[in-house]
């Protein structure tokens, strides 16, 4: 089991894109699950002490996944993922919004572009982000609400969640 895992942050401000690169103590089969599984989805996607519900899934071109953010006092910020590529186990994209509960989408808050890769190496699991912008002003505002520290802490949910999957396994 590796014990320093790789986590990397970066903007590029020319390409409008936001990277994250991000390993995970865990296979292949099982972080892409953790991805595309609204089950598991809801235990990790939040940072806490936010979680999500899940509305619905559609896994497939043209699908969307719809869920609602919920903070503590149950308030719930609706949000929409329009998928636009998918290769299992390899490449999940969407574009993103924030969205009401039926998935009309907010045209007031920025929208990006997921591109998520999945790639395996000696049962440690690499998922490289870019999400790409139509304006720079549209990340420097992601970058304002937080995502950055509430991506960070998601994603160290998502490592709970793989050890507790991995230990039953």
Known sequence: MKSSLLFNFSVDKENKTINIQREFNANLELVWKAWTEPELLNQWWAPKPYHIET???DLEI??????????PNNEKTWCKA???GIEI????SWLDAFCDENGNENTIKP???WTNIFTEKN???????????????D???LIEMGFKEGFGMALLNLDQLLLTKNKKL
């Not at 049962?123 to 002003?137: A, F, N």
């Open 55 to 57: 509305k619905t899934l």
């Open 62 to 71: 043209g699908g969307m996944w719809l869920y609602a953010m919920v903070s």
């Open 82 to 84: 329009d998928y636009k």
């Open 89 to 92: 186990n390899k490449l999940l």
């Open 111 to 113: 929208r990006s572009l």
């Open 123 to 137: 049962d440690i699991t690499l998922v490289d982000v870019t999400l790409k912008h139509d304006k720079l002003e």
């Open 139 to 141: 990340i420097e505002k």
